[in-house]
């Protein structure tokens, strides 16, 4: 079946702009994930959702991140007034809570490139 | 806070034995997985192991783990050059089964 896809696969934006980076999980996956990619930091988890419950954000960086997911599915990862620090890859996964491994499925990814 | 930690690169002829070593600090860690992550490719999930356990195998991969050290192995037997990839460990614990702590990576380069 159709895995995890992200869009744009690359963006490339101006200081100061803003950004959306969608993520699709699995069909039937209610668990969404974003984490973060860069070369000084690894990888970062960001924000994680289930269901209806109230995200955990504790992983966002600073106030100008933020997200949501719409109808238990899709999620829009924004970006508000983008530095270059948050160069990076952004990645999401999905999982199905309650399987006790808690196994996420990546997307492949949005690269960002702020200039 | 949890720390996970990797060598950065490891270069194995092809047909020789891959060991990618990982420490974790976090003692309540439940589950550890290995991800690997082609260039310019997501993270793909290849095996994990409950922290009861101290071995996994599946196919050319062994799992091994020593809680009492908190050091988790990767062994890949014949390594092909096709496993050339960025190797991930990552951890999670009771409680904050959302997110997962990763290490920061082993290159593993296969040469012929």
């Known amino acids: 079946g159709a895995g995890v896809s992200q869009s744009p696969s690359n963006k490339v934006t101006e200081k100061g702009k803003d950004v959306e980076l969608r993520c699709d999980p699995i069909?039937?996956?209610?668990?969404l994930y974003w984490y973060r990619q860069s070369l000084g930091q690894g990888l970062e988890f960001l924000i994680y959702?289930?269901?209806?419950?109230?995200?955990?954000k504790s992983g966002l960086p600073s106030d100008r991140f933020s997200a949501e997911r719409t109808g238990g599915s899709v999620s829009t990862l924004t970006i508000q007034r983008t530095q270059q620090e948050d160069s990076a890859v952004y990645l999401c996964?999905?999982?199905?809570?309650?399987?006790?491994?808690?196994?996420?499925?990546f997307g492949p990814g949005t690269r960002l490139t702020v200039t | 806070g949890e720390d996970v930690e990797q060598s950065l690169f490891l270069s194995v002829r092809e047909g020789d034995s891959s060991v990618i070593n990982c420490t974790y600090t976090?003692?309540?860690?439940?589950?550890l997985y290995w991800y690997k992550q082609e260039p310019g490719a997501g993270l793909q999930l290849l095996t994990y192991?409950?922290?009861?356990?101290d071995m996994k195998q599946d196919q050319r991969l062994t799992v091994l783990l020593n809680k009492k050290d908190k050091h988790l192995s990767l062994r890949i037997a014949d390594t092909q050059t096709g496993d050339s990839a960025i190797y991930f460990c990552?951890?999670?614990?009771?409680?904050?089964?959302?997110?997962?702590?990763f290490g920061t990576g082993t290159r593993l380069q296969v040469t012929l």
């Open positions: 996964a999905s999982s199905v809570p309650g399987r006790r491994t808690y196994e996420q499925y």
């Open positions: 069909s039937g996956h209610t668990a």
């Open positions: 959702f289930q269901g209806n419950s109230a995200p955990d």
């Open positions: 976090d003692s309540s860690s439940t589950y």
């Open positions: 192991i409950f922290s009861n356990m």
């Open positions: 990552a951890e999670s614990s009771p409680g904050t089964a959302s997110k997962l702590t």
